[in-house]
């Protein structure tokens, strides 16, 4: 044990559950703390109002009908990707293969649409389009959780190289069947006839949405009242336990790892069915990646999830606007999108964590508790040991 | 504490009331609003010749200009157009190939807007009476850029810096798509009419605007032996590969003669600003937008650039001679007597004009012993897809 001469200025310590209204203070917080950095650097940078800045964010996500409804449509498709990882993550398989198993499972639709929209009636097309595309994205949420479940291979990496397999495929498939010839682009499928393309509810934005609801329900109750979503938690805590109470750990692996693609690949049947009409590399939009965020912000919770992705939306599809109101270029967007989704973060940390700071010479340290993290080096040992002696040793 | 937060919400509060005042609106002479889709934003090349002509059109006709840049070819340019449709504007208008079918849903949603797409193929078929197509004949810029070209080269066979073997072009092109294949020809034609001996290579990108590719795709070329760079594609990526390695370029889309001054020889491009003056003024007044419009050196629409410090001496007089006679007639870019295919004169040749997935050619366009490239009664954008004696394609693959 090394001698010190002084404890650390600060530590870092886990906190107890915060209570419910103390969270959104700080929430509330970090978002009025994020608009007064925003409206500085547009200040600084533009010279501009950052009312002005703000109006057009809200302007453009929420500032006609056809916006609500495209916001709320954005809203669903990255609401389900987010789902659809969700199980994947409290298994703590981290799945960051979405965007792969969307595109997959977007190209096993355009597939059916384009090879057989002449042949067979629209009811049965479509019902084809699906069984394409949830079967393509499970299969490649399959594919690593076999070889994790197998092999024990490292489901990060494996993931993320099977989204760029996807893109290559997807990229092939559009040279094959691009129209007019030599244009790498396969524009809007059945344009004339219309085969293939999902049915209309009310308007062509509500069907998303309504997808969108009925998974978020299934998905909260698979996880919380199911056997399977029960597995799923003790797997993700450990599987040495997993394995003591009898659960087959690599069997739930897998079965989990199939519903979360073939969820990717129902977004991708709904972005490609109901709204693009086309297959592009660039079908997922990287959505597959935010979902992770939106996931991990609502700490795996179906419905705050809603919340997480709407907040998401709502910055992108606002940040655009930006762009047209102000004739600052997309790039000013994304950097106050950033800090914004910066701060809430941020702030998360400060939801489940607390920072301690050295207790004044003489003084005696105040009582600690909660679960030491990290702290500042080698010198923080008696501040580590003092919470030891408290809490017991419980490091994670 | 508690007084710190209590500021702070007193200021949200204060904000947001005023967030409700935010965006003052342009004034403008009439009320017209024009609207603009843009793939990218003014840091392409592409786009941002499409947005100054936006801007300039718009000023003459006292119209409100609403652009929208960014946006992809997908649902999002349809809900963009929808949206701009919402905003009250009488003309909409999308730059992107990949925008037209998109364009074409939203034409159907408001048949009471004009919607206009400039490099697109289907309005003469698609039979949607407000969606309409425009382009320039901008292969006789491209030859013209080529004359510069070819003289370029020849003053470099007159110095010794090159053998006459050794004048190799080296070509950039997004897509073995019509119209790029359109531009290469027509630059090599260009090329080929100063200079006999000359040569050319192309290699593909497999996009429109890819910087890094653009620029691998230039040296590749480069250490390959071409002495002199042309591109079909969006970036700065090939002129500054050629201003990094001493290597004369003609760009596309506008001057880089900032950024490449060593280099930099002529660049053509499409001048926007009359079609969109006389679209926005029939969309006014409610006259008819040609289904197919293709500008002209005549109509100011096909420009080049002023020649950079690289251009070879006597080149803009010799460029002036030979845009007099394409624009007397009694030249044409696409003479089937200066060039052959797989060593053949060409007598016919059945284009694929209309487009549809099996590329089935449809329309005979070789007229009076010349390939008829965007003409009348066929359609605006380009569909010469041959490939000539003397170009090379180092690949085909997108």
């Known amino acids: 044990m090394k001698t010190r001469k002084s404890e650390p200025l600060f530590h870092i310590v886990k906190r107890k559950d915060m209570p419910f209204g103390k969270q959104v203070m700080v929430r509330a917080i970090a978002i009025v703390a994020a608009l007064i950095v925003c409206s500085v650097i547009t200040i600084i940078t533009t010279k501009m109002n950052p009312l002005a800045i703000f109006s057009a964010v809200i302007q453009g996500a929420f500032g006609s009908t056809r916006k609500m409804w495209i916001t709320f449509q954005d809203t669903s498709i990255l609401l389900i990707i987010a789902l659809a990882l969700t199980p994947a993550f409290k298994m703590k398989f981290w799945n960051i293969g979405g965007e792969g198993q969307v595109l997959i499972g977007g190209l096993g639709a355009a597939a059916c649409m384009i090879l057989i929209g002449d042949k067979v009636p629209d009811p049965v097309l479509i019902l084809i389009m699906l069984v394409a595309a949830v079967g393509l994205g499970a299969l490649w949420g399959a594919i690593p959780a076999i070889f994790k479940a197998v092999w024990n291979t490292n489901e990060t990496l494996c993931t993320l190289m099977m989204n760029y397999i996807a893109i290559q495929i997807v990229a092939f498939f559009t040279i094959l069947w691009e129209v007019p010839k030599g244009s790498g682009k396969i524009g809007i499928i059945n344009q004339n006839t219309n085969a293939g393309w999902l049915l209309q509810v009310g308007n062509k934005y509500l069907l998303t949405i309504l997808i969108a609801i009925l998974i978020t329900v299934g998905m909260f109750v698979y996880l919380k009242y199911t056997k399977h979503g029960y597995e799923v938690s003790v797997v993700g805590e450990s599987e040495m336990t997993a394995r003591y109470a009898g659960i087959h750990s690599g069997a739930v692996i897998i079965r989990t790892m199939i519903i979360s693609g073939g969820l990717c690949g129902l977004a991708g049947f709904l972005l490609v069915g109901s709204i693009h009409h086309t297959i592009t590399t660039t079908l997922a939009g990287g959505e597959g990646f935010t979902a992770v965020m939106v996931s991990w912000l609502a700490h795996f919770n179906p419905i705050a999830m809603i919340g997480a992705s709407l907040l998401i939306v709502f910055l992108s599809n606002g940040a655009a606007q930006i762009s047209q109101n102000c004739g600052l270029n997309q790039s000013f967007g994304d950097i106050i999108t950033g800090i914004i989704i910066f701060f809430i973060i941020g702030c998360e940390f400060f939801i489940r964590y607390r920072v301690v700071f050295r207790a004044k010479k003489g003084a005696i340290p105040a009582p600690v508790t909660g679960e030491a993290v990290f702290g500042g080096g080698p010198g923080d040992e008696s501040a580590v040991k003092e919470i030891k002696e408290e809490e017991g040793n419980d490091n994670d | ?398």
Not at chain 2, 278 to 302: F, H, Q, R, W
């Open chain 2, 1 to 398: 504490m508690k007084k710190f937060l209590s500021i702070l919400l007193a200021c949200t509060m204060v904000l947001s009331l005023c967030a409700c005042n935010g965006g003052g609106k342009k004034t403008s002479e009439t009320n017209f609003k024009a609207g603009f889709i843009f793939l990218h934003d003014e840091n392409s090349t592409y786009d941002l010749n499409f947005i100054n002509a936006a801007k300039q059109a718009c000023e003459e006709l006292g119209v409100e200009c609403i652009m929208k840049t960014n946006i992809p070819e997908g649902q999002e340019c349809q809900d963009a157009a929808n949206d701009l449709a919402d905003q009250g504007c009488g003309f909409i208008f999308a730059d992107s190939f990949g925008h037209e079918d998109y364009m074409i849903e939203a034409a159907k949603e408001n048949p009471d807007v004009q919607f206009c797409h400039a490099t697109g193929t289907k309005a003469h078929t698609e039979g949607v009476a407000n969606f309409h197509n425009a382009f320039a004949s901008i292969y006789e810029g491209r030859y013209l850029a080529g004359v510069a070209a070819g003289m370029k080269l020849n003053e470099m066979i007159a110095e010794g810096k090159i053998t006459e073997d050794q004048a190799k072009v080296g070509y950039i092109g997004a897509y073995t798509y019509a119209e790029v294949i359109s531009g290469y020809t027509s630059f090599f034609l260009g090329v080929r009419s100063e200079c006999p001996s000359a040569t050319m290579e192309v290699t593909f990108t497999g996009s429109w605007y890819d910087e890094t590719a653009e620029k691998e795709a230039a040296t590749k070329l480069i250490n390959g032996g071409c002495v002199l760079i042309s591109q079909h594609a969006d970036s700065m990526g090939a002129p500054t590969a050629c201003e990094n390695a001493g290597v004369p370029d003609v760009s596309y889309n506008g001057s880089t003669a900032d950024a490449c001054p060593n280099t930099f020889i002529v660049s053509s491009r499409i001048d926007w600003t009359p079609y969109f003056k006389m679209a926005i003024k029939n969309a006014m007044e409610g006259k008819e937008i040609p289904t197919d419009y293709v500008g002209t050196l005549a109509t100011g629409s096909v420009k080049l650039t002023e020649l950079g410090s690289a251009a070879a001496e006597g080149t803009q007089a010799r460029i002036d001679e030979v845009k007099a006679e394409l624009e007397a007639g009694t030249l044409h870019v696409f003479d089937t007597s200066k060039f052959t295919v797989e060593g053949q004169k060409l007598e016919s040749y059945m284009a694929d004009v209309d487009t549809d997935p099996n590329y089935e050619g449809d329309h005979e366009v070789i007229v009076d012993g010349y390939f008829n490239e965007s003409g009348e009664g066929f359609r605006s954008a380009p569909y010469f897809d041959l490939n000539i004696d003397g170009i090379t394609l180092l690949d085909q693959k997108y």
